[in-house]
């Protein structure tokens, strides 16, 4: 009780006490010690290692006018000791509420052990400034540590509990291209942190994250809304500024070591030992100077500013080498070296090459490999079309069946058609007959009429959804709904939402796999097509994707329709949220033989009851 006392009257003594004249990279000099576990040079915390950090850190101090910090990055460059100092400097010399996001929950434990409690452990001035560790002290724990005169919460990014949970002055976003784009129905995660900082007009906010894909990255929107600074060093040859560009680095065929860089100005070659001279004299250039809010700033470094010792330009240039024709490694690249997004091959796959690798098969049969079916529903005023899928190991698909069920879907008809397609099997080349695992259904049309169908069968056999072009994921947890009708609530509903662009963008590379035609292999996520009319296939491919920049600057991506009629890909996008819900991306190998088995057990026991229909895919009959 009476360190509780102790701490109180600490605390309002602290917030009598005038904001300190002392700037972050100053405090750090002197105050901060790196310890042996999270960093690779413990000892007293040098800004003159790297020196390009000294500004950032002067704005984020209590003196600075700035209040928004946003910085976009490379990995391995020392950002992460930024947002450390940050935190040990305002527990020291500016107590107040902190709140540091990380992208998850469970990124907030390993940060929390592994970074912040060795930095107050290894720093005396912050260890004094904490109530030591005991069981049951919620004034110290993992997710929250109060300190004299204010408290650190840290959270995930994916939990908006924990965003809505306190107003804070200083406010940590880190690796923001790692957060989700909506949590828990409630928008932007840091638009809701950085709701909590509103009440202060003298808040600091920090951002730090490496990109990732352009028309994605959050970070890079955030630094687009900047003045956008780049650091400028001096050419030790002639003298001139300039940022630090890849296209300039030079090396001959593989010998990387003799890597050097050439000056824009005077065509000098610089070589990495003057990187350290070039670091200490260098300074920040605004690339838009003209932004009239100067209380935000942003920085862009990549790592051809990393100090000696660390990654070298002979390292940057192999990486880059053995980069060259492999798309995930050249993303890698632009995110982690250059600190740059990268630009995915969006195109759509042409629909002519995929009819004319449609197989010879009868629609309705299944191939040996298919283990289960899932089928994706789209729902117009005029019809109901579905399609089924057989899905195998490795990601490989099979178009089983599609359907068009035409009919006014506010009328029964049309929706009893439908029953009987989920109570059909289908026939596999050993004999085995396969139901329906699971359907998605888009409840974006007829919402109500789509609700009261889906009651009728168990969310184990049909899930109602709704598609979000913001969700990077597959699906996200199923939210309660209230059903309405004539304007009065009648009951709830439990409704899905998938990521839309997220499987559209999966499906599209999946549609541009080939069977290697001299070994026969089929790699992974290959789409098996039976023989349909032009009109399917260009339904699959109805839309493409384009960058657009919104009314606040920024960068998203849209899909845009280049044919009319786009259901077979919304259908196909559904079945795929099926397969995921099911967890099959999740099954071992052995998962995957036993399922595929056990149908072929059942059909041995001849206890499938298999109803009799047509062979022929009905979407021959479809309404052009």
């Known amino acids: 009780m009476l360190?509780?006392?102790?701490?109180?009257?600490?605390?309002?003594?602290?917030?009598?006490?005038?904001?300190?004249?002392?700037?972050?990279?100053?405090?750090?000099?002197?105050?901060?010690?790196?310890?042996?576990?999270?960093?690779?040079?413990?000892?007293?915390?040098?800004?003159?290692?790297?020196?390009?950090?000294?500004?950032?850190?002067?704005?984020?101090?209590?003196?600075?006018?700035?209040?928004?910090?946003?910085?976009?990055?490379?990995?391995?460059?020392?950002?992460?000791?930024?947002?450390?100092?940050?935190i040990g400097y305002i527990v020291d010399c500016a107590p107040g509420p902190i709140m540091v996001v990380n992208p998850t929950v469970d990124m907030v434990k390993r940060n929390s052990k592994m970074r912040i409690t060795p930095m107050i452990d290894a720093s005396p001035s912050l260890a004094e400034k904490f109530k030591p560790s005991k069981a049951k002290d919620s004034s110290n724990t993992i997710s929250q540590k109060d300190f004299i005169g204010g408290t650190l919460v840290l959270t995930g990014a994916n939990s908006g509990v924990g965003l809505r949970s306190m107003p804070v002055r200083f406010l940590l976003l880190d690796e923001v291209d790692a957060y989700p784009n909506d949590v828990d129905g409630e928008g932007s995660p840091i638009i809701l942190a950085e709701k909590r900082t509103s009440t202060y007009p003298n808040r600091k906010i920090l951002i730090i994250s490496t990109p990732t894909i352009e028309g994605r990255s959050l970070i890079s929107n955030e630094f687009f809304l900047t003045d956008q600074r780049y650091y400028h060093v001096p050419c030790p040859v002639c003298g001139e500024f300039q940022k630090l560009v890849f296209a300039q680095l030079r090396w001959e065929g593989r010998d990387y070591e003799n890597t050097y860089y050439e000056c824009a100005f005077c065509k000098g070659k610089i070589a990495e030992r003057h990187k350290g001279?070039?670091?200490?004299?260098?300074?920040?250039?605004?690339?838009?100077?003209?932004?009239?809010?100067?209380?935000?700033?942003?920085?862009?470094?990549?790592?051809?500013?990393?100090?000696?010792?660390?990654?070298?330009?002979?390292?940057?240039?192999?990486e880059w080498v053995n980069a060259q024709g492999d798309d995930a490694k050249m993303k890698a690249f632009f995110n982690t070296v250059l600190g740059e997004t990268y630009k995915e091959i969006t195109e759509a796959p042409e629909w002519e090459a995929i009819y004319n690798r449609a197989m010879e098969y009868l629609p309705n049969t299944l191939m040996r490999s298919v283990a289960f079916l899932t089928a994706g529903i789209d729902v117009q005023s005029d019809r109901v079309e579905l399609e089924i899928v057989g899905w195998m190991p490795q990601g490989i698909t099979q178009s089983?069946?599609?359907?068009?069920?035409?009919?006014?879907?506010?009328?029964?008809?049309?929706?009893?058609?439908?029953?009987?397609?989920?109570?059909?099997?289908?026939?596999?080349?050993?004999?085995?007959?396969?139901?329906?695992?699971?359907?998605?259904?888009?409840?974006?049309?007829?919402?109500s009429t789509v609700y009261r169908w889906s009651k009728k069968h168990t969310f184990s056999r049909v899930i109602p959804i709704k598609g979000s072009d913001s969700l990077n994921a597959y699906f996200s947890s199923p939210k309660i709904i209230d059903t309405v009708k004539h304007g009065q609530k009648i009951g709830k509903q439990k409704v899905w939402h998938i990521g839309s662009s997220f499987i559209k963008s999966e499906i599209y590379a999946n549609l541009r796999q080939s069977v290697d035609t001299s070994t026969g292999e089929v790699p992974y996520g290959y789409c098996y097509m039976p023989q349909r009319e032009t009109h399917y296939f260009k339904g699959l491919t109805a839309e493409v994707q384009e960058i657009v920049r919104n009314k606040k600057g920024y960068l998203s991506y849209v899909w845009v329709k280049r044919y009319p009629r786009n259901e077979p890909l919304d259908c196909r996008v559904y079945a795929r949220a099926a397969a995921a819900i099911i967890g099959c991306d999740r099954w071992s190998n052995e998962r995957w033989i036993t399922e595929t088995n056990v149908v072929q057990s059942i059909a041995e026991k001849k206890i499938t009851k298999t109803i009799k229909k047509s062979n022929k895919d009905s979407y021959w009959n479809r309404n052009k």
Request: proline share 5%; glycine share 6%; charged share 25%.
């Open 3 to 86: 360190n509780n006392h102790l701490l109180l009257i600490a605390g309002f003594i602290a917030g009598l006490t005038p904001e300190p004249r002392l700037t972050v990279s100053e405090w750090a000099n002197t105050k901060r010690h790196l310890d042996s576990v999270s960093s690779a040079e413990p000892g007293l915390y040098r800004t003159a290692r790297t020196p390009y950090w000294e500004e950032p850190m002067n704005h984020l101090s209590v003196g600075s006018a700035v209040q928004k910090i946003v910085i976009i990055k490379c990995t391995q460059i020392g950002a992460t000791e930024v947002g450390n100092n940050f």
């Open 277 to 318: 001279n070039m670091l200490s004299k260098g300074k920040w250039i605004a690339s838009k100077p003209e932004l009239k809010d100067k209380r935000t700033v942003g920085y862009h470094i990549n790592a051809l500013y990393s100090p000696f010792g660390w990654k070298s330009w002979a390292e940057i240039t192999e």
């Open 400 to 447: 089983v069946d599609y359907r068009v069920l035409v009919g006014d879907t506010t009328k029964k008809d049309v929706w009893n058609e439908l029953d009987k397609i989920l109570s059909e099997t289908w026939s596999r080349e050993d004999g085995a007959q396969l139901p329906l695992r699971l359907a998605c259904i888009d409840s974006g049309y007829n919402t």
